[in-house]
């Protein structure tokens, strides 16, 4: 290729090659590796296309493994080839050519190998001296990609390549390159010559990943080899993989595709890559000192920004070397997550083309990442990184390096927040009185909107709890002295309905919202017109200039320290951008306040851009706000509360005085398990033990102990109860469930089956079981359950919460489990369980999984002794009518009625302690000075608790509000 290209052709020179992913052309002559040979092609006619296919040298040993590649093939200034036959894929090496580098003299005599460990290398670099350089992909034994300058002899950490030394430790990488880098590398090549100007004699990788070019940089220190990449400023639309500079114009020429697992998705594509002469702006040089990191660029830079070290952001994380695919990023202490090492000075040196960023706490790290954006001395911007391996400190310091005359500017005058919490602090007030005639003002079990629609599933968020029967008045010092809760200054707390004005504080991961018109935008807030302000800091790691855009429907203004910088005057904020903002590396003083419109749904989004790129939303980990707000942790406590008081569903013992409004919270209408026909589905025995205490039979319960009384009492209790229970039974229903071969009788032993003996005559033999287990097995990946649920005897990670599946056989009667897998909701419409749709068959083969995979059952349920009719009596007087129904019977237990909750004794009833304080409430296992303080719901002397129908007013304390950050210098 030469000229301007204008015109391209292409002939086809050769076919029926097996899978050639290489070659090379000496003198004139061209030579192609496949799997199994390098062919030599001769045209012995003079047509352009091969006439003889010569075996060059099949040496090469092949097996049938799909991923053992062999690929490039380079040739040096003596004429030897070379070139990677890949290792198989998590598997280990079959024969001494997996995962090897491969040299062949020029004549094709004799093959060797130079160095073993690798994994799937897709191409090579041969430097001018003979230097021998690739790129291994990430995988098994490769936790990142691997940039590696090869030494005859060397190991390169695949265990599972050909490895007669018994290897357990590799030569080092010169780098490392982390994923977001370089999916898959590709070709290397050397600058032949200063036609490519100041990068001339050094080294280019190719990367197929990600359709880009890197440079490589590289270093000696203590004789160890360490280095990284820098990108150059290019975009190609394909993945390219090889390139090779022309001889005659000096430019490189690469080509490349796409096939698998790459960012560009071209399918194919051949380019030339020129030097203009112009300035470069590029990173060309890398170096460490003994405290930070020393950069070389291709030309001066502007003092002004390049000794500013708020215009740099390096982060550096280790990998763990596993036969694990890849690693997770590990901070240096070993957890995981990746270190930012704060830039304390940046340091220009006298020909303003090196760089020295001084890095307290340096150390060696297997990746750095130093991204930065810059002015060159002409006033260009630009910006990039350098992506490198530090395997030895430099024995210098850096500004001593860079010599006399340097400039330094040291930033120990930045500001930096003594603590932060992701996210940001969201007031919410209303803005006009609720009428007489609306939903009856707030509810504060209204619907769940946390800056946006409630997500379907999730439970709302939290406010109040129970309280036990019979309580008495609380003191007017506050009763427990747990305390109270603060509210701005000036301002009500959200703790009840209400009027216009009131506020509600709580925690926002971005400033964004939706809320249709005519609904509350918090749960402790009325219908209406409302003013949201998110407050906190926007902290960048680096020096940053930013365009923000709105979008929705409303008025809003951005402040960023201190300074309006966007306006929205709506109603309709689409198209509202500001000017180019600069923002400086930490925190940034964030406040953005939004009034809903009259007429349409209020929605906002805040996005931004940088200069030349369309608008994105601002991620949410670029919020931050100080912890210690006072009401914002006021609100936090409402919502934990909240969540309780729905989560134990309070309601059903303390009844309000009339129905709830219009859009309260779903959770009120909650049920639980009917009660009809219970002791044909569970087992008398599991009844018994359940009620003695939930917690204990099964984990993650939400059912409260309800049987008071000594240890006896409530076993007593407990066995009457489950004999009343287990006489509940169905109608009479077909005996038999037949599923994939397996038969389940209805009321047989949980401990039968599985095995040969079954309760009804004709029991299949235990191998037809065995069958059904496996197909259960089956459908229970196929679902995911997984996700959920975990079988007994199976691993589970730390906090775990998935619930054990353990009790099942102890639990259900065969047929009955059939049936609630096929619809869970058949006795329990709010089941947490999902409706698959599952088949009889395949409820059936689930069935038969979970009983053979979970503990024996005690004894039957026949033997549980019990007084059933005193059984009959507790089941009207326990309160177990409050929340589950049974045909003809209610309950007879009395609670105190809600609106006199708030005003009760909090050191009695559900939320007391242990023993006397709880008397015959239920026990919920709630935790004294969290959850407990989390279900409270009072004000600070006279509290209340609002009617559904005619909402109070609840007093609060006063607050400052929200401040400007409290800022210390950083040392």
């Given at each position: 290729?030469?000229?301007?290209?204008?015109?391209?052709?292409?002939?086809?020179?050769?076919?029926?090659?097996?899978?050639?992913?290489?070659?090379?052309?000496?003198?004139?002559?061209?030579?192609?590796?496949?799997?199994?040979?390098?062919?030599?092609?001769?045209?012995?006619?003079?047509?352009?296309?091969?006439?003889?296919?010569?075996?060059?040298?099949?040496?090469?040993?092949?097996?049938?493994?799909?991923?053992?590649?062999?690929?490039?093939?380079?040739?040096?200034?003596?004429?030897?080839?070379?070139?990677?036959?890949?290792?198989?894929?998590?598997?280990?090496?079959?024969?001494?050519?997996?995962?090897?580098?491969?040299?062949?003299?020029?004549?094709?005599?004799?093959?060797?190998?130079?160095?073993?460990?690798?994994?799937?290398?897709?191409?090579?670099?041969?430097?001018?001296?003979?230097?021998?350089?690739?790129?291994?992909?990430?995988?098994?034994?490769?936790?990142?990609?691997?940039?590696?300058?090869?030494?005859?002899?060397?190991?390169?950490?695949?265990?599972?390549?050909?490895?007669?030394?018994?290897?357990?430790?590799?030569?080092?990488?010169?780098?490392?390159?982390?994923?977001?880098?370089?999916?898959?590398?590709?070709?290397?090549?050397?600058?032949?010559?200063?036609?490519?100007?100041?990068?001339?004699?050094?080294?280019?990788?190719?990367?197929?990943?990600?359709?880009?070019?890197?440079?490589?940089?590289?270093?000696?220190?203590?004789?160890?080899?360490?280095?990284?990449?820098?990108?150059?400023?290019?975009?190609?639309?394909?993945?390219?993989?090889?390139?090779?500079?022309?001889?005659?114009?000096?430019?490189?020429?690469?080509?490349?595709?796409?096939?698998?697992?790459?960012?560009?998705?071209?399918?194919?594509?051949?380019?030339?890559?020129?030097?203009?002469?112009?300035?470069?702006?590029?990173?060309?040089?890398?170096?460490?000192?003994?405290?930070?990191?020393?950069?070389?660029?291709?030309?001066?830079?502007?003092?002004?920004?390049?000794?500013?070290?708020?215009?740099?952001?390096?982060?550096?994380?280790?990998?763990?070397?596993?036969?694990?695919?890849?690693?997770?990023?590990?901070?240096?202490?070993?957890?995981?997550?990746?270190?930012?090492?704060?830039?304390?000075?940046?340091?220009?040196?006298?020909?303003?083309?090196?760089?020295?960023?001084?890095?307290?706490?340096?150390?060696?790290?297997?990746?750095?990442?130093?991204?930065?954006?810059?002015?060159?001395?002409?006033?260009?911007?630009?910006?990039?990184?350098?992506?490198?391996?530090?395997?030895?400190?430099?024995?210098?310091?850096?500004?001593?390096?860079?010599?006399?005359?340097?400039?330094?500017?040291?930033?120990?005058?930045?500001?930096?927040?003594?603590?932060?919490?992701?996210?940001?602090?969201?007031?919410?007030?209303?803005?006009?009185?609720?009428?007489?005639?609306?939903?009856?003002?707030?509810?504060?079990?209204?619907?769940?909107?946390?800056?946006?629609?409630?997500?379907?599933?999730?439970?709302?968020?939290?406010?109040?709890?129970?309280?036990?029967?019979?309580?008495?008045?609380?003191?007017?010092?506050?009763?427990?002295?747990?305390?109270?809760?603060?509210?701005?200054?000036?301002?009500?707390?959200?703790?009840?309905?209400?009027?216009?004005?009131?506020?509600?504080?709580?925690?926002?991961?971005?400033?964004?919202?939706?809320?249709?018109?005519?609904?509350?935008?918090?749960?402790?807030?009325?219908?209406?017109?409302?003013?949201?302000?998110?407050?906190?800091?926007?902290?960048?790691?680096?020096?940053?200039?930013?365009?923000?855009?709105?979008?929705?429907?409303?008025?809003?203004?951005?402040?960023?320290?201190?300074?309006?910088?966007?306006?929205?005057?709506?109603?309709?904020?689409?198209?509202?951008?500001?000017?180019?903002?600069?923002?400086?590396?930490?925190?940034?003083?964030?406040?953005?306040?939004?009034?809903?419109?009259?007429?349409?749904?209020?929605?906002?989004?805040?996005?931004?851009?940088?200069?030349?790129?369309?608008?994105?939303?601002?991620?949410?980990?670029?919020?931050?706000?100080?912890?210690?707000?006072?009401?914002?942790?006021?609100?936090?406590?409402?919502?934990?509360?909240?969540?309780?008081?729905?989560?134990h569903q309070c309601v059903r013992c303390h009844q309000p005085p009339g129905r709830w409004p219009d859009g309260a919270a779903p959770e009120l209408q909650r049920d639980a398990p009917a009660l009809d026909g219970i002791g044909s589905r569970l087992h008398a025995?599991?009844?018994?033990?359940?009620?003695?205490?939930?917690?204990?039979?099964?984990?993650?319960?939400?059912?409260?102990?309800?049987?008071?009384?000594?240890?006896?009492?409530?076993?007593?209790?407990?066995?009457?109860?489950?004999?009343?229970?287990?006489?509940?039974?169905?109608?009479?229903?077909?005996?038999?469930?037949?599923?994939?071969?397996?038969?389940?009788?209805?009321?047989?032993?949980?401990?039968?089956?599985?095995?040969?003996?079954?309760?009804?005559?004709?029991?299949?033999?235990?191998?037809?079981?065995?069958?059904?287990?496996?197909?259960?097995?089956?459908?229970?990946?196929?679902?995911?359950?997984?996700?959920?649920?975990?079988?007994?005897?199976?691993?589970?990670?730390?906090?775990?919460?998935?619930?054990?599946?353990?009790?099942?056989?102890?639990?259900?009667?065969?047929?009955?489990?059939?049936?609630?897998?096929?619809?869970?909701?058949?006795?329990?419409?709010?089941?947490?369980?999902?409706?698959?749709?599952?088949?009889?068959?395949?409820?059936?083969?689930?069935?038969?999984?979970?009983?053979?995979?979970?503990?024996?059952?005690?004894?039957?349920?026949?033997?549980?002794?019990?007084?059933?009719?005193?059984?009959?009596?507790?089941?009207?007087?326990?309160?177990?009518?409050?929340?589950?129904?049974?045909?003809?019977?209610?309950?007879?237990?009395?609670?105190?009625?809600?609106?006199?909750?708030?005003?009760?004794?909090?050191?009695?009833?559900?939320?007391?302690?242990?023993?006397?304080?709880?008397?015959?409430?239920?026990?919920?296992?709630?935790?004294?000075?969290?959850?407990?303080?989390?279900?409270?719901?009072?004000?600070?002397?006279?509290?209340?608790?609002?009617?559904?129908?005619?909402?109070?007013?609840?007093?609060?304390?006063?607050?400052?509000?929200?401040?400007?950050?409290?800022?210390?210098?950083?040392?």
């Open positions: 290729m030469a000229g301007d290209l204008d015109k391209l052709t292409w002939q086809r020179v050769a076919t029926g090659l097996f899978q050639p992913l290489g070659l090379k052309i000496v003198r004139d002559q061209i030579y192609v590796l496949g799997r199994d040979q390098i062919t030599r092609l001769h045209d012995l006619n003079g047509d352009g296309e091969a006439d003889w296919y010569e075996n060059f040298n099949n040496d090469c040993m092949v097996s049938e493994h799909f991923h053992e590649f062999a690929t490039d093939l380079l040739a040096d200034r003596d004429g030897n080839f070379y070139y990677v036959k890949c290792a198989r894929h998590a598997l280990p090496a079959l024969h001494p050519h997996h995962g090897t580098l491969l040299k062949l003299p020029p004549d094709g005599s004799r093959l060797e190998v130079v160095a073993r460990g690798f994994r799937a290398v897709n191409g090579l670099g041969v430097g001018p001296n003979g230097e021998l350089t690739c790129v291994d992909n990430q995988g098994h034994w490769m936790p990142g990609n691997r940039l590696n300058w090869v030494e005859p002899g060397g190991w390169y950490g695949n265990q599972w390549a050909w490895n007669p030394d018994r290897r357990t430790t590799y030569d080092e990488p010169l780098a490392w390159m982390h994923n977001f880098v370089d999916r898959s590398g590709g070709s290397h090549r050397w600058v032949p010559d200063d036609r490519w100007g100041p990068l001339a004699g050094q080294l280019i990788t190719i990367s197929y990943g990600m359709g880009h070019l890197f440079l490589v940089l590289t270093e000696t220190v203590d004789g160890v080899r360490q280095g990284g990449v820098t990108r150059f400023p290019l975009e190609f639309e394909t993945g390219v993989m090889r390139g090779v500079f022309h001889p005659g114009n000096g430019q490189l020429y690469v080509a490349g595709l796409y096939g698998w697992a790459g960012n560009k998705t071209r399918p194919g594509g051949v380019y030339r890559v020129r030097a203009t002469g112009q300035p470069l702006h590029l990173p060309n040089a890398l170096a460490v000192a003994k405290d930070g990191l020393i950069l070389g660029f291709t030309d001066p830079l502007d003092p002004a920004s390049a000794t500013d070290p708020g215009n740099y952001d390096v982060t550096c994380w280790n990998y763990l070397w596993t036969a694990n695919y890849g690693s997770p990023d590990l901070k240096r202490d070993g957890h995981e997550g990746r270190d930012r090492l704060r830039v304390q000075s940046a340091t220009l040196a006298v020909d303003r083309r090196s760089v020295f960023l001084e890095l307290p706490g340096l150390t060696p790290v297997m990746q750095m990442h130093v991204v930065f954006r810059l002015r060159a001395a002409d006033g260009t911007p630009f910006e990039n990184f350098v992506h490198h391996t530090v395997h030895r400190l430099g024995a210098r310091p850096g500004r001593d390096v860079l010599g006399a005359g340097a400039l330094v500017r040291d930033q120990a005058d930045e500001a930096e927040l003594t603590d932060a919490t992701r996210g940001l602090v969201q007031r919410i007030e209303q803005r006009e009185q609720v009428g007489a005639g609306s939903n009856g003002g707030t509810s504060v079990l209204g619907p769940d909107r946390e800056g946006t629609t409630a997500s379907a599933g999730e439970t709302p968020a939290p406010q109040d709890g129970g309280n036990g029967a019979g309580g008495t008045p609380a003191p007017q010092d506050g009763g427990d002295g747990a305390g109270e809760m603060p509210a701005p200054q000036g301002e009500r707390t959200a703790a009840g309905p209400g009027d216009g004005g009131r506020v509600d504080y709580r925690r926002a991961r971005l400033p964004a919202l939706v809320v249709t018109r005519g609904t509350s935008p918090t749960p402790f807030l009325s219908p209406g017109r409302f003013r949201a302000t998110w407050s906190g800091h926007l902290e960048l790691a680096r020096n940053d200039e930013r365009t923000f855009h709105l979008e929705g429907y409303g008025s809003a203004t951005l402040r960023l320290n201190g300074v309006e910088v966007l306006r929205g005057e709506g109603p309709q904020l689409r198209g509202t951008a500001s000017a180019p903002v600069s923002l400086r590396r930490g925190p940034n003083w964030f406040e953005l306040v939004y009034d809903s419109p009259e007429h349409d749904d209020a929605e906002l989004r805040l996005l931004w851009a940088t200069p030349g790129q369309p608008p994105e939303p601002v991620p949410p980990t670029a919020f931050v706000h100080e912890p210690d707000n006072l009401p914002l942790q006021a609100g936090q406590t409402l919502r934990e509360g909240r969540a309780l008081f729905l989560r025995a599991w009844l018994a033990g359940y009620l003695t205490n939930p917690a204990e039979t099964r984990e993650n319960v939400l059912m409260p102990r309800v049987l008071p009384g000594s240890t006896a009492t409530i076993e007593r209790d407990a066995r009457d109860l489950a004999a009343f229970l287990a006489g509940l039974n169905a109608p009479t229903q077909k005996s038999v469930v037949r599923a994939s071969g397996l038969h389940l009788p209805r009321f047989m032993a949980p401990e039968q089956v599985g095995t040969e003996q079954d309760a009804s005559p004709g029991a299949p033999p235990r191998s037809v079981a065995e069958d059904a287990v496996a197909a259960g097995r089956a459908h229970f990946d196929r679902l995911g359950c997984v996700a959920c649920h975990v079988l007994e005897g199976e691993s589970r990670l730390p906090d775990d919460t998935r619930l054990s599946l353990a009790h099942v056989r102890a639990k259900w009667a065969p047929a009955a489990l059939v049936q609630f897998l096929e619809d869970p909701t058949r006795d329990h419409a709010w089941t947490r369980m999902p409706r698959f749709g599952s088949s009889p068959d395949e409820a059936a083969a689930l069935a038969a999984l979970l009983l053979a995979s979970s503990k024996a059952a005690p004894e039957r349920a026949e033997a549980v002794p019990g007084d059933a009719r005193r059984g009959s009596e507790l089941i009207e007087t326990a309160g177990c009518l409050n929340c589950h129904t049974l045909t003809g019977r209610t309950s007879r237990l009395e609670a105190m009625p809600l609106a006199r909750l708030a005003g009760s004794d909090w050191r009695r009833g559900c939320v007391a302690d242990a023993g006397t304080g709880r008397g015959r409430a239920p026990d919920f296992r709630v935790q004294r000075g969290t959850t407990r303080g989390a279900a409270r719901l009072r004000g600070p002397r006279r509290p209340g608790f609002p009617s559904p129908r005619n909402p109070g007013r609840v007093r609060g304390t006063a607050d400052r509000g929200p401040a400007m950050p409290r800022l210390s210098r950083a040392r």
